[in-house]
């Protein structure tokens, strides 16, 4: 569902995405696999959220972004927790806060965590954790 509220939104469709979104985020509810549920939920969160985004609705935004934080943490979703704390930090900015210590610290912090536990993580996360950072 994520993926055809994604092509809708670029499509200018908002309600038919959120519709779409919506219906998604219903069908998960009933989920027995909470981890599963937990991330297929971030990602439709972060559709929510960009179709918001896409709106002019920036503060809808963050909010959907911020419920995909909750979501993706407790799935253990490493790149959709950057993406959602990505779009917290740049969509607060365009909004004139700032909120660089709150989602992106966080998910840098945690991603520090594992690096020191020897998780292995993909090497593009790696490299895209590298570029915003600045670190080598």
């Known amino acids: 569902r994520w ?11 908002y309600p038919a995405s959120l519709r779409t979104i919506t219906r998604g ?10 981890g599963r549920a ?3 939920r971030a990602r439709l969160l972060l559709g929510y959220s960009a179709t918001r985004y896409s709106q002019g ?11 995909a934080i909750v ?3 407790a799935a253990h979703d490493e790149a959709v927790l950057a993406q959602a704390c990505g779009d917290v930090v740049s969509v607060s900015r365009l909004l004139g806060e700032e909120r660089q210590h709150d989602a992106l610290q966080g998910a840098l912090e945690h991603l520090g965590h594992l690096l020191a536990h020897r998780v292995r993580l993909p090497l593009i996360l790696l ?3 590298m570029l915003s950072t600045g670190t080598k």
């Open 71 to 73: 979501s993706a943490r």
């Open 38 to 40: 937990a991330a297929e």
């Open 57 to 67: 609705r920036l503060r809808a935004a963050i909010d959907h972004s911020e419920a």
């Open 127 to 129: 490299y895209s954790v």
């Open 3 to 13: 993926k055809t509220g994604r092509v809708q939104t670029q499509q200018g469709r």
């Open 25 to 34: 985020l219903r069908l998960i509810e009933s989920e027995s696999d909470h």
